[in-house]
């Protein structure tokens, strides 16, 4: 299977495994995945991953999802695509949106390299918006 958008394929993986109410999910990995899975990790909305490169041709990223405790819902309740494959979205440091006024992150491909939306207005640094979570 060909996927023309590795990212959103990525997001929606996550989407379908929170759903079905699995507690692993696996994903084909590449740097930018994994980027965006530390990203995740770091802002708790993740138990914890492990990065299999070993398997496969490319490797494997597990990510271990994470529920809340005692009704039992996923801790992300929203991730989305921001800048697509047949339309990119870009900012500069200043015009960076805010998700749910600063409740949620945007992952911001920078420079920099990648970083939440918060981090990317610190560091005064604008980019593609590849996507959000809350």
Known sequence: MIVTDPIADYLTRIRNAQQAGHKVVEIPSSNIKKSITEILYENGYILKYKFDD???KQGIISI???YDVVTKK???RELGRI???GLRQYA???EIPKVINGLGI???STSKGLM???QARKENVGGELLCYIY
């Open 54 to 56: 070993a398997a496969g």
């Open 74 to 76: 996923p801790v992300i």
């Open 106 to 108: 945007a992952i911001v």
């Open 83 to 85: 800048s697509k494959s």
């Open 116 to 118: 939440t939306d918060k």
């Open 64 to 66: 271990a999802l994470k």
């Open 92 to 94: 500069g440091a200043t």
